[in-house]
């Protein structure tokens, strides 16, 4: 039965186009945003699956195909992943430690604006005369220092502005989520009684906070030499392109567990809410997070086996490497246990959160393999690698910000999404992610190169099943879009607590207020206290 | 959009600001950080560091500027302590003294570009050396400008009575702009 909460807050439409500094509205901007630009990262890859139907090339020219693997790379992580996980992160954290908002309302929102210029910067590149970036996300140099077009505004001096931009929004939104869960938390809500998401949060934007600036660093100087004749990295003179490389994954390879992190933040969320069980291990789960930041860190040069790399720093950092598994494989066990003998309900969040763990484990399994630097240098540069990462972006991360949107869905609009619908799109998105990115492995072992627009003739099999897949992802995106446009505007009201969840943003109205809390609760126990009393307290009523 | 529970603040609480500028400075040092091991990495490496002809940076001239930034961190240090102690007049003083000695800091860098017997295109000492001081001056330009709009502040009648945070952030990003600077003229003229 629904009974309207009177305290409950529409937000008006008008808002979401204004630059308001409620984390709330931010929060739907960023998500809103990033899925506009998942939409085009996701063109972008489907017509060059369309080209790998066929081994010649025959749709896009060679330096189009590279502007497209280059942009579809760089708009999938900067524009979609990382701003879709602010955008649930904006909304969740300070209703999840009984915050009113975080900590600078007004620097959150100029974090925000900053999002739609760098996509607005890379799209417009496509219309320069010299065509987009084309070195591929990472931007190697000698490559991407050499600017054929001889133009002072090129798509790689575009790119790196762009990614400039986008490193100082992310800066913002780090100092911001760190002082906001280190000084804003609720009385009694510890570290300890924190839902792992705010672990998972924080220990991401302390990567981005201690990691980003190296990649800030190396784009100045690349800049340099692309725009400004110095050579920092050319290895035509005395400059060395090796340092652009540690520099770039000293930043890039955290950007990994900054974009996954989160993702096991939500599995964390929802596997107890949907099997009615505490967390397993909560604490381990929550340390965990830090452990693989930690870690996470000094990995780095697995990345770069195949790049002249010396033989102790090899062996250091394959070890290194295979020790991220160690706290990553007790998140799984952890899920796991919670879903044994639990009273399991199969709804959309919990099939995205499950079907993404499945993903996940073969992307780690896969992620080990290559973390030995025998077996790396042989899949080096092939599609094995791009198989892996994508089972970890898409396979793992997306699907976790699927579920994520779907569990949260009732609280951010007091509204029902349709489960028909919604059990569609996992469908859709869990066979095409499969048929997409498994044949990469394969594929990728035979040899065939990434970044290449036409290949031999004998991997012409495992190729147009891929792009099949590529397909089919397109598509699942149509149920998702219908379901949030027509939920949000149609569907049933519900309750402030549909999923009788027993996090603190389930105690409040749907849409919160604009305050969040009428009163500041105070916390008395861990989270997911599912089948015990109640956690909090207000005066002396427990909610 | 009434009642008790909307009263919306757009505005951080002061201790945020304690809490979060230091982070900021933290990561903000990391770029700092990539340039100095960048520099390092590049130096060993090519042991003919400078363009021929040149034997070496003007070291005395870099050293006189590296005193001025160091005492303006002092001068920086008595000028909270001033406003700590309610002594208004003093912390403009010492205040101002300090942005005057940036500026001082600032103009003796542009002296030192202009006199530069080799430019941005040099070979890597060229481009390292502008990089740096470059990117130090940027900080030291911004540190200026901070420094003079908290000066406008403080003519606001009653304005620390609630504490002054911003001042304290302004005064810890000095002291960072200063260690930087030390650390990069070992790196730079000394080695």
New interface residues.
Partial sequence: MYIEDK?SHQTHWKEYFSFS??HKVIGVQYLVTAFIFFLIGGLLAMIVRAELLTPQLNIVSRSLYNGLFTMHGTIMIFLWILPANLGLANYLVPLMIGA??M?????NAIAFWQIPVVGILLLLSFFLPSGTAQAGWWSYPPVSIQNPSGQFINGEFVWLLAIAISGVSS?MG???F??TI???RAPGMTYFRMPVYVWTVLSAQLLQ??????L???A??LL?DLS?????FSPF????PI?YQH?FW?YSHPAVYVMALPAFGVFSEVIPAFARKPLFGYKVVAVSSFIIAIVGTFVWVHHMFASATPNWMRIFFMASTMLVAVPTGLKVFAWVATLWQGKIRLETPMLFCLGGIVMFLFAGITGVMMASAPFDIHVNNTYFVVGHFHYVVFGTVTMAIYGGIYFWFPKITGRMYLESWGKLHFWLSFIGANLNFFPMHPVGLQGMLRRVSSYDPEFTGWNVLASLGAFLLGMSTLPFIANMISSSLRGHKVSNNPWNSTGLEWTIPSPP???NF?EIPTITTEPYNYGEPSRFSIDSRTI | ?EGP??????E??E??LS??FP??L??????????F??YA??RI??PHWFPPGVSGLDIPKAAVNTVILVASSIVIHFAERALSRHKLINFRRLWLLTAGMGIIFLIGQAMEWHNMPFG??A??A???FY?LTG?HGLHVLIGVILLLLMYRRSLIPNNYQTGHSGVDAVALFWHFVDVIWIILFFLLYIW
């Fill in positions: 305290n500094s409620d009113r908002d900590a600078f309302p007004k620097l800066i780090g100092v911001n760190v002082t280190v000084q804003m906070l201690f990691c980003l600036p190296a800030t660093g190396a100045i100087m340099f400004f004749g110095t050579d920092f003179s005395n400059g060395d340092i520099l000293f207020p604009v305050e009428e | 959009m529970i909307n009263r919306h603040t757009s951080p609480a201790d945020h809490f979060g982070v900021f933290l990561s903000e040092s990391i770029v700092f950080v990539s340039f091991v960048t990495i590049l490496k090519n941005l295109n070979g890597l060229g481009a390292t990089l990117f």
